[in-house]
């Protein structure tokens, strides 16, 4: 069992940056492919940025790269999106997720647990 809090939502301004947090728990949390993910409304659910703890691999959407970064604090057990840039469009609810193994496949339906999500509004 994995459990996923995320923090550090909130609305910002076209051009901000915003990093968001996500603290895990349980004994395999390690072994997990961490993710993030948005939503907005009518859409499915983005794949954003991935992270392997034990490798350190890292893994971005193509409409991301180069102003999203994912990182983590081992120890901590915590892993961090920071985006920069920040334009309307990639306002949403932001979730963190995991699934067991490597990011070989971290789309939607292979994750195995979420957290509760938290909102990013960026105004133009």
């Known amino acids: 069992q994995v459990q996923l809090m995320e923090s550090g939502g909130g609305s910002v301004q076209a051009g901000d940056s915003l990093t968001l947090s996500c603290v895990g728990s349980g004994d395999t949390y390690k072994r997990h492919c961490l993710t993030w993910f948005r939503q907005v409304p009518g859409k499915e659910r983005e794949g954003v940025a991935a992270?392997?703890?034990?490798?350190?691999?890292?893994y971005y959407a193509d409409s991301v790269k180069g102003r999203f970064t994912v990182a983590q604090d081992y120890r901590k057990q915590t892993i961090y999106l920071t985006m920069t840039d920040l334009t309307p469009e990639d306002s949403g609810t932001y979730f963190c997720?995991?699934?067991?193994?490597?990011?070989?496949?971290?789309?939607?339906?292979?994750?195995?647990?979420w957290g509760q999500g938290l909102r990013v509004t960026v105004s133009s």
């Open positions: 992270l392997f703890p034990i490798t350190g691999g890292r």
């Open positions: 997720g995991a699934k067991w193994g490597p990011c070989d496949n971290w789309s939607e339906s292979e994750m195995d647990y």
